[in-house]
């Protein structure tokens, strides 16, 4: 979905997030994630250096504020991959965001996407689908909903919402 955005727009900034987990085998440092250690990222935190940040299943994932202001001086919209708690930093921090909530056609599409990606056992899969079904609650505190059936669509959907940005919300106060 963000390749696709970015590939569609890019003007648009993504911001990389830092991450205490390990890097799976196709991603890369500095293109998917900052992989760092415990330590490093609670320096972080103690440094106030994160837009947000939250713990998920048992990991921690941060979104480097001074990037994120960087660009938005910049007049850049900048895109961000946050689940619930981080969106709900964001707005509090940058009341002017637009929180775009994607969601999945249905659990059991869901539950096949976990499967497939072979990266979770069938413990973390349950745990995922739970935690999934806890952030369905809170999608009507984002300001639109996209539901991700077929990427081509979803991103679409999610340009067309980038589109309608008034300038001026983009725009420092």
Known sequence: ?????LAARPDLAFSVSYTTRAPRPEEEEGRHYRFVDRATFQA???ADAFLEWAE????RYGT???????????????LLEVDVQGARRVRERVPDAVLIFLEPP??????????????ESGTAVEERLAEARREMAHAAGFDHRVVNDRV???VRQVLAIIEAIPPERNEDP
């Open 1 to 5: 979905m963000v390749r696709s955005l």
């Open 44 to 46: 972080l935190i103690d």
């Open 56 to 59: 998920v299943f048992g990991e």
């Open 64 to 78: 480097p504020e001074e990037v994120v202001e960087a660009e938005r001086a910049l007049g850049r919209d900048v």
């Open 106 to 119: 249905s659990e059991q599409e869901l539950a096949r996407r976990l499967a497939a990606r072979g990266t």
């Open 152 to 154: 081509d669509g979803a």
